[in-house]
Structures are given as structure tokens and as C-alpha cells.
């Protein structure tokens, strides 16, 4: 029985799953913020309680014994359970105080924040930790209790709630000149493969010749320095890049290019007081931030901006 209490710790379960996941110990320690010494003794520790090798040591890195797949399995199913009870608990929370975790890209990060400042002035007793990742984490495994994203269509099995429309223009250094309006024959920085799903990245991979782009990036605000420097043309949302200094218009936004952006929770976690009050709240300020998002004014009070029709 001192065994079983020992191996269902719940920091042991979450070393096997992260061993496990990651195939190496330096990258399970890297997952949980630990040193690699303390993952290893931790894990070593395990092993001798139990009397059992959970993992074989080798060049390839770890993998799992007969006994470390049991023991993994096992983990990964009470971590799960611990998950999905923690959400339930959560749920029953009538008071509007404790931590929201929330989840945006990087892009947004810019524009989200002062709405996040005003939510804490409102409600001082719930604590926000804002995770700026354009990975999508996982809702389900409570990576986080709310996140605004964009997407074309709402992730199934979640709260999903449509805030709107995310505008995407052409832009351009200032003083730069795209000749005679012909887009295509301009140079042109686009996304990696890593971002191969944006509408944007679609477009350019249908309408721009592949000798024309000079420059790739795996993130829209790499693209967007780029595009400052001189580098070639960008497909950007018009809310990062209207904001930026040296940039212009050049074409759009276009309809193709568009996508929705999303303010999604888990079905477990719409009724707690914390949660409820954030989604409320977020919801209203960014329907305030429309215009912007769509890319029909620069920033609060400015007026609409002329599109300009894109090149033939």
C-alpha cells in the first residue's frame, strides 16, 4: 500500500506523463520548470520504490518498460480524472475572485491588454495570467480557462462565442514601390509552413509567384519587422499592423484573407462567477474594438479608411 501511495503522487504522475510525452528526461524537466538533477533523482526514486525499471535509458532517449507503460497509462487517466474534477469544483465557484487563465496569440497580445487593465480595475479580486502563445492549448486540459483567438470556425466541444471579423490588408515599408500596382511582381515576405492554415498564407501561396517571396517567418510579427525593413510586401492583420510605425496600405483588406475571432471557455467553467465575469466583460470591449479589428479605422475615434482594390 506504500507503494500505490507513493507512485499516485500527484508531481510523480506528472513526471511519468511528461517523460513519456516528451521521450527525454531534460525535455519532461523543461516541461515541469524543473532542473534536470531533481526530475532524475525524482525519477529514480520512483523506480526504487517500486522495484521496477519504469524507463529505459538510451541514446534515442527514454522509453517505457512493460511496467512504465502500465504505470504511464495509468497516470495519464488520473491526471485526466484530477482535471476534469478540478473543472466541475471550479464550476461551482459563485464568487468573482481567484485566477483566470487565459490564452491569445502573440499578435493580439498588444491589443488586449489595456482591456485586460480595465478588467482588473473592475474586478480586483480575480487575478489574470495571460499565456501569449500562437500554439492552441488545450481548454479540456485547463492549459487555460479562456481563450480569444482567431479561427474559421469554432473548436467543437467548447463554449464558443463570435466577437467578430479579423481584416487582413497588404502592406508595405513606406516609400517602398510596388510596380505599377502589380503586387505579384513586387518581393514579398510570407508564413512558414508552421503557419500554413491562415487565410493569408493561402492567398500569397495562390496569387504570388514562389521565386517572388524572399523571406519566411513562423510568426506574423516577425513578418510584420520585416515588412518595416524594407524586406518585401505582408498580408497583416490590420489591427497589429495599422498601429505600426513606417507601414502602409497597399491593398485590402481582403475578403479572402478574412477569419473570426473567437472568445472560447470550457462548457465546465461558463458558470463560474470568475470566468463569467471575464467573458462578459471581454466580450464588450472588444465589440468595441471592431473597427479596428476589421480594419475600417486605425485605433479609437479615427475615422474609416478607403480599401484599396487588389492588384489584378
Known amino acids: 500500500m506504500q507503494k500505490l501511495q507513493s ?31 531533481s526530475a532524475w533523482r525524482r525519477l529514480g526514486q520512483m523506480e526504487e520504490r517500486l522495484g521496477v525499471r519504469l524507463f529505459e535509458r538510451g541514446r534515442d532517449g527514454y522509453v517505457a518498460t512493460s511496467a512504465g507503460e502500465d504505470a504511464v497509462a495509468t497516470a495519464a487517466r488520473l491526471l485526466q480524472d484530477l482535471a476534469d474534477l478540478e473543472r466541475r469544483l471550479a464550476g461551482k465557484d459563485i464568487r468573482p475572485t481567484g485566477v483566470v487563465r487565459v490564452t491569445t496569440t502573440d499578435t493580439l497580445v498588444p491589443l488586449l491588454t489595456p482591456v485586460l487593465a480595465e478588467f482588473r480595475q473592475v474586478h480586483p479580486g480575480i487575478v489574470l495570467e495571460l499565456a501569449g502563445a500562437n500554439a492552441f492549448f488545450t481548454l479540456t486540459k485547463r492549459d487555460a480557462d ?88 505582408a498580408a497583416l492583420p490590420c489591427f497589429l499592423a495599422d498601429g505600426l510605425a513606417g507601414l502602409q496600405r497597399v491593398a485590402g483588406p481582403l475578403a479572402e484573407m478574412e477569419t473570426a475571432l473567437w472568445l472560447i471557455t470550457h462548457p465546465d467553467l461558463r458558470r463560474t462567477a470568475r470566468v463569467r465575469a471575464f467573458l462578459g466583460f471581454a466580450a464588450e470591449r472588444l465589440a468595441g474594438l471592431r473597427g479596428r479589428l476589421e480594419g475600417s479605422v486605425n485605433g479609437p475615434g479615427d475615422t474609416a479608411r478607403p480599401s484599396v482594390p487588389p492588384a489584378r
Open 7 to 37: 507512485l499516485i503522487a500527484v508531481d510523480d504522475l506528472r513526471l511519468l506523463a511528461a517523460v513519456e510525452e516528451a521521450g527525454s528526461l531534460t525535455g519532461a524537466a523543461r516541461r515541469l520548470h524543473m532542473d534536470h538533477s
Open 146 to 233: 479562456v481563450a480569444i483567438r482567431p479561427a474559421a470556425h469554432a473548436p467543437e466541444g467548447l463554449v464558443a462565442r463570435r466577437i467578430g471579423t479579423i481584416g487582413t490588408a497588404i502592406y508595405a515599408a513606406c516609400g517602398m514601390m510596388v510596380p505599377d500596382g502589380r503586387l505579384e511582381e513586387a518581393d514579398w515576405v510570407a508564413p512558414d509552413d508552421t503557419l500554413g492554415h491562415l487565410r493569408s498564407a493561402r492567398w500569397i501561396a495562390a496569387n504570388v509567384p514562389a521565386e517572388r517571396v524572399v523571406y519566411r517567418a513562423n510568426s506574423l510579427l516577425a513578418l510584420a519587422a520585416a515588412c518595416q525593413a524594407g524586406l518585401g510586401l
